[in-house]
């Protein structure tokens, strides 16, 4: 009869109560993912095939093999262990896969090794001790090698996720892949096809653990200025940049010159030319290819695990199309275009059901759309229902951990929140969106210390991501940081010259410091940049309200309104506070309550906003600015229980 307990390392993993514990702490783990887990550590005497696998835990259910591999990558993570160091799941090349760490059957009343007994409490039973399942000598080598370099990494300040050991992110080549260009000759379409080529690029480099690679969304920013000046101006760490050309020949077939140059020295490190014909499989062995060379030419070595993540293609290379396409949508940025591209990744996932790329830009949108565009409540249940549907696929997708986990926040669901960023942080801790996550977590919370860490973290990870310089400004003037929030923005605004987002938290921030002169002229240009946007509007009108100009209020929110799209209650609260009156103050008062109903996500600021001074300090108010505090879970009461 097969254990019940099963103890690897500090880990118990019980399987009468499907639970895997650390001590007294739970360990988060998919019911997909304990399966495998428990069945490998069942039959770890020998090799099981993915065949045997997808017979014993998905009972035979058809799964793509990126699916398994993904569920590894979870079941190892769960034990503190990664694709580099293989120190509890093996994957033997061509074969499938080994559990190779020691294992212990225990008896009842175990409660996992660390855990301390409550008085009274009966000492555990004596557990077996089993002979570990065979194991090569590298790996017992390797084990005794990391047992003597913790310590010393640990020292040195290397970064330990769990027990997994990395290269020091001082000693990682830190490459820009900037957006490529294409031939003069080129159409639309081969644009968008050098675009999507260029993000493949930079997501393959960023499977690659021994290089430093810029995120997508800040390598984008480089789009229309790629001079190395403004690449040292915005970005004077980096060392290394990826550039080409896709051009275009006369038979239609594409060459991409792509140039790996080297800032410090001023010289090239590396080109070759590739040819492709536009068909999905040459794609995706191009974009694999330079990830390949860039790595090469920097001589870092591409562990077994990332050269199998670099081979990976869509289950369906048709459902790429419109995947590539919804991209094109995102960047346009309006409301329309966001439905669009939603609409797009719909139609890539129709095509490719466990296409989680795809699903993670629906995510994206959706979660623009929910900040954005449309009443929160009524995106909520979308944006998570995307979300989950990428960890049912890869239960530890950090990513999708750390986009739930942000979206839990601005819906003022905090110990969710908490709780997914967390995860996120664990799994992946190079994820700008967690730390922006922490950022406003701390920032409801009015924690200012623990803003700046985060936003700081943030900063350094993806310094030029348009999402953490608009929020990011909110974050800091919230909760009194002045100085810093017209520093952040004076900065983020020379970053994002044509973001009109940006330059309306400056503006806030402008008048909340009662520069309200600086305040008008940075909303004004806001509407600007915006085209009139309705919630662009709503700021230009508080603006003039703290600056005086109380008979442009109105007029701003009734052209707002016109438009017919959402305005966010809680900022149009606001507005009507600038104007100073009673009645202007209960109008507030309603309109806070309606931003509760529709889950508006700035609420996540009333415990701390300094806007609302008004209603706290006004009798008349003070009851209801109290009622709404607790239901946004911003009480005295409910703040005591979360965590810090």
Known sequence: MAASKYRVSEYLIDTTRFRISRGDI????????????????????????????????????????????????????????????QQTIQTVRGR??????????????????????????????????????????????????????????????????????????????????????VSDNATAMHRTFADQLSREVVDN??????????PQASAFEFRKDKTRAHIEDLLPDVEYVLDGE????????????PRLTDLRKDLDVWSSPFTL?????????????????????LKVAILQDEQR???????????????????????????????????????????????????????????SIFTYFEPPIELLPQVKASLEAVLARDPGSAR????????????????????????????????????????????????????????????????LNTELADWGNWALFMVGEQEASREWGEKQMRQHPDNGFVFCGSGVSAYLRGDTAQAVALLERCVDL??????????????????????????????????????????????????????????AVDLLADAVGKRSNCLIFLRSDPRMKVLRDDPRHAGDYAKLLALVGLDDASLKAYRR
């Open 530 to 587: 915006a085209d009139r946007a309705p919630v662009a509007l709503i700021m230009l009108a508080q603006g003039y309200g703290y600056a005086g100009q109380k008979e442009k209020v109105l007029p701003l929110l009734e052209e707002a309104e016109r438009e017919q799209i959402y305005m966010c209650p809680y900022e149009t609260a606001v507005a009507h506070l600038s104007l100073g009156d009673e009645a202007n103050r209960a109008r």
């Open 96 to 181: 499938g896969y080994q559990f190779i760490a020691p294992v212990e059957e225990v008896g009842e009343g175990v409660r996992g090794p660390g855990a301390e007994r409550r008085d009274g409490e009966p000492d555990p039973l004596p557990s077996t001790s089993l002979p570990p399942a065979p194991r090569t000598s590298w790996s017992r080598h390797l084990l005794v090698a990391v047992a003597l370099l913790l310590p010393l990494a640990a020292f040195l300040g290397w970064r330990l996720p769990g027990s997994s050991l990395q290269e020091p992110v001082a000693n990682r080549p830190y490459v820009l892949a900037v957006p490529f260009g």
């Open 400 to 463: 999708a951990l750390s986009s739930l986990g942000l979206t839990q926040v601005m819906a003022w669901q905090w110990k969710e929140g908490w709780e997914n960023l967390g995860k996120a942080r664990a799994l992946d801790a190079s994820l700008a969106t967690t730390e922006l996550g922490f950022a406003l977590y701390f920032s409801a919370l009015g924690e200012k210390a623990k803003v700046r860490e985060a936003l700081a973290r943030a900063n350094a990870l993806d310094p």
């Open 277 to 297: 014909h536009v068909d999905n499989e040459n794609f995706f062995e191009t974009a694999a290819g330079i990830a390949t060379a860039v790595a090469g030419a």
């Open 26 to 85: 739970a360990v988060a783990v998919e019911p997909r993912v304990f399966d495998l887990l428990v069945h490998l550590i069942r039959h770890r005497d020998r090799v099981l095939t993915r065949e045997e696998l997808f017979e014993a835990v998905w009972e035979g259910r058809e799964v793509s093999d990126a699916t398994l591999s993904n569920h590894v990558k979870s079941a190892r993570r769960v034990l503190g262990d990664n694709g580099e160091l």
């Open 246 to 257: 896709v051009s275009v020949g006369p038979d239609g077939t594409l060459r991409i010159n």
């Open 309 to 367: 993540a670099l081979a990976e293609v869509p289950n369906n290379p048709r459902a790429y199309e419109p995947y590539a396409a919804g991209w094109r949508e995102m960047e346009r940025f309006t409301y329309e275009s966001m439905k669009h591209a939603v609409e797009l990744f719909d139609r890539a996932i129709a095509l490719d059901p466990d296409f989680l790329a795809a699903w993670h830009a629906k995510s994206d949108a959706l979660r």
């Open 205 to 214: 480099l960023r499977k690659i653990s021994g290089l430093r690679a810029v």
